[in-house]
Nanobody, 122 residues
Framework: VQLQASGGGLVQPGGSLRLSCAAS????????MGWYRQAPGKQRELVAT???????NYEDSVKGRFTISRDYAKNTVYLQMNSLKPEDTAVYYC?????????????????WGQGTQVTVSS
């Protein structure tokens, strides 16, 4: 399974960005999709997740500003980020919890994208 993330960049405070992460490979089904971020000198933290049923969960500091969504047909998860703040600056990673097809049946695994840099600065 490969995850390809895109959409990062440099934006001024108060601006918006939309991240995308497309999954490909021997995917039977995607159980959950999510975004994490890691700022310099800090641990990677959860930003938002969305389940196969559409249930969402957000880290407190992004509630009301960020929206996670998914396109089932394209195996793609999005993160719409509005009202960005300098403290949102980080490398953003997508993660999928996936059931994959193998020669012996189905197997569950967690897969990470390569990360995309988001910088919020004036």
């Amino acid at each position: 399974v490969q995850l390809q993330a895109s959409g990062g960049g440099l934006v001024q405070p108060g601006g918006s960005l939309r991240l995308s992460c497309a999954a490909s490979g021997s995917i039977f089904s995607i159980i959950a999709m999510g975004w994490y971020r890691q700022a310099p000198g800090k641990q990677r933290e959860l930003v938002a997740t969305i389940t196969s049923g559409g249930s969402t969960n957000y880290e407190d500091s992004v509630k009301g500003r960020f929206t996670i969504s998914r396109d089932y047909a394209k195996n793609t998860v999005y993160l719409q980020m509005n009202s960005l703040k300098p403290e949102d600056t980080a490398v953003y990673y997508c993660k999928n919890e996936v059931l994959v097809t193998t020669t012996t049946g189905l197997a569950r695994g967690d897969y990470w994208g390569q990360g995309t840099q988001v910088t919020v600065s004036s």
